[in-house]
């Protein structure tokens, strides 16, 4: 039997259940593993590298010295998935130069894993995409939007430019927008929802008035469009907490279509109707502002011809 068949095979039987690991603190790949794998040899965990079976935020990582940042999801999985190439990943970039990189990720796409999908995320198309470009290059996470949500989403490639991102977030946002096609028409064409978001037992999102354990939460909408049935919004939010449009949609009657966990609205768009077209940012360190722009999807056009 050809000794990495055979090598392989020893692997997979091993970690026959896929382990996942959240790092706490920086530090790199092989020294976070041999910490975490304590059974295993260094040359062992080396061939986990070699064999494709390690993955960070859904990207398949096989340098042994890679970069690791605070609450990075790094992945052991029981068969390897494959690097995809710069031509087939099929990524929408919207900008790109030597610190950002910013997509419009597809509705559908994680922005990084998670317990129900461990390889198929944005982070894992961006970070196949620079190591294609320069095997050095890794993407940073500074922001994330949900899965079934389309549209912005910008990553840094640096671990400085990171850390200055995620401390001042909400200081650096200077506008967020969003496209939302929501059930019925809004008696008030215009308005402003505010509340408190807590999480229940169920890791759902929920508004209340609790000042001290809740995140308040600052939604201000517009409608652009409505027929008989629905109605189409333009959305800004001064806090980009988890499932916040959906939240509020839901606490004014009027659910983002699609959306099968708060509420039960219809589904005429077969997705959520809900599109991040609007990213405007401060750069930490030049003070540059940067607006970044996701077309509508045509499908929520053609919803309300």
Not at 29 to 58: D, P, Y
Not at 194 to 199: E, F
Request: charged share 25%; proline share 3%; no cysteine.
């Amino acid at each position: 039997m050809n000794k990495n068949k055979k090598r392989f095979q020893n692997y997979s039987k091993l970690y026959n259940t896929t382990k996942q690991y959240v790092v706490s603190e920086d530090d790199l790949l092989l020294s976070f593993l041999l910490k975490n794998i304590k059974k295993e040899s260094r040359n062992s965990i080396k061939g986990l590298l070699s064999h494709n079976l390690v993955t960070v935020n859904g990207a398949v990582i096989r340098q042994f010295d890679y970069p690791l940042s605070k609450k990075d999801i790094v992945i052991i999985l029981n068969n390897p998935l494959k690097v995809k190439t710069s031509k087939s990943n099929n990524l929408d970039i919207i900008y790109e130069d030597s610190e950002l990189i910013v997509i419009n990720k597809p509705s559908g796409l994680l922005s990084v894993a998670s317990d129900k999908e461990k390889g198929k995320t944005a982070y894992r198309l961006v970070s196949d995409y620079l190591n294609n470009k320069d095997k050095h290059l890794r993407p940073y996470i500074v922001h994330r939007i949900d899965e079934d949500t389309s549209g912005v989403l910008m990553m840094v490639k640096n671990k400085q430019l990171q850390d200055l991102f995620t401390s001042q977030w909400n200081e650096l946002v200077l506008d967020r927008g969003y496209y939302a096609v929501v059930e019925g028409q809004l008696l008030k064409k215009e308005g402003t929802i505010k509340s408190y978001l807590k999480s229940n037992t169920l890791n759902l999102m929920y508004s209340s008035n609790d000042k001290v354990h809740g995140k308040l939460a600052v939604t201000h909408y517009k409608v652009l469009k409505e027929n008989d049935k629905y109605s189409l919004l333009d959305v800004h939010i001064d806090s980009g907490r988890k499932n916040q449009i959906r939240v509020h949609m839901y606490d004014i009657r009027h659910s983002v279509v699609g959306d099968d966990k708060y509420g039960n609205p219809s589904n005429p768009l077969s997705r959520l109707g809900l599109h991040a077209y609007k990213l405007q940012i401060k750069h930490p360190i030049t003070n540059r502002t940067f607006t970044f722009e996701a077309k509508m999807p045509t499908i929520f056009k053609t919803l309300f011809k």
